[in-house]
């Protein structure tokens, strides 16, 4: 069950009753599936719903971009297209995040081996050294970049959001890459990792249920 099931049920049935559409014709609008409306309009939407069904439903229903997943998890009406989208603002990650002395000596090492690099022969060299860069910066950044996510999380991202990590997340995720879960968890925030199994996408949301529980 979700924050506002109920409230989602009627706001996704009063609004497909005063378009007149039965829920195939949602469906061939740009809906959602029948069987995920039915569990909609039930209240019985499945707690995992992926960000993208939210998308179909404001486009099924001709509702604002962000108004769906805003009704169900904020118990915001639906803004239609005449109308303004919910406004959210951005909540500030937190003032400082615990680094591990590991991570700084990790930073300090790829430092040392970028400057010795640039006196080096070799065509490898800096890239190498970068690459190790990168790593250990990632490693220092990554828990203030989840925080931020956590406190933030909604189908379209904050713009500001967008501008200074975008780079970042949008890059590809190999399963053999440092901190791999941690970067796919992040994309999982701000739903651009669609293609995570089930059980990964279950432990990502109890992670996440279990982070807007604690004080």
Excluded: C
């Excluded at 203030?144 to 975008?166: G, K, S």
């Amino acid at each position: 069950m979700g924050m506002h099931d109920e409230f989602f049920a009627r706001a996704v049935h009063d609004r497909r009753t005063t378009l007149g559409l039965t829920m195939l014709e949602v469906r061939e609008r740009g809906g959602p599936a029948v069987p995920t409306q039915v569990e909609a309009e039930r209240g019985a939407l499945r707690a995992n719903v992926k960000p993208s069904t939210f998308t179909k439903f404001d486009t099924g229903l001709g509702w604002m971009p962000g108004s769906a997943v805003a009704a169900y998890r904020e118990g915001h009406q639906p803004a239609t297209t005449a109308q303004q989208p919910p406004s959210r603002t951005l909540e500030p990650g937190a003032n400082a995040v615990a680094i591990e002395l590991e991570q700084i000596l990790g930073l300090l090492d790829a430092q040392r081996e970028l400057h010795t690099s640039l006196t080096s022969t070799s065509d490898r060299a800096i890239p190498e050294a970068i690459g190790r860069l990168d790593q250990a910066v990632s490693a220092i950044v990554g828990p203030f970049v989840t925080d931020i996510l956590e406190r933030n999380r909604d189908q379209h991202t904050h713009p500001l959001i967008e501008i200074a990590f975008a780079e970042a997340l949008a890059a590809p995720v190999s399963t053999d890459a440092p901190e791999s879960t941690e970067r796919l968890y992040r994309r999982w925030l701000i739903g651009r990792a669609d293609a995570l199994d089930e059980a990964t996408r279950q432990q990502f949301e109890r992670r996440y249920e279990g982070r807007i529980r604690t004080p």
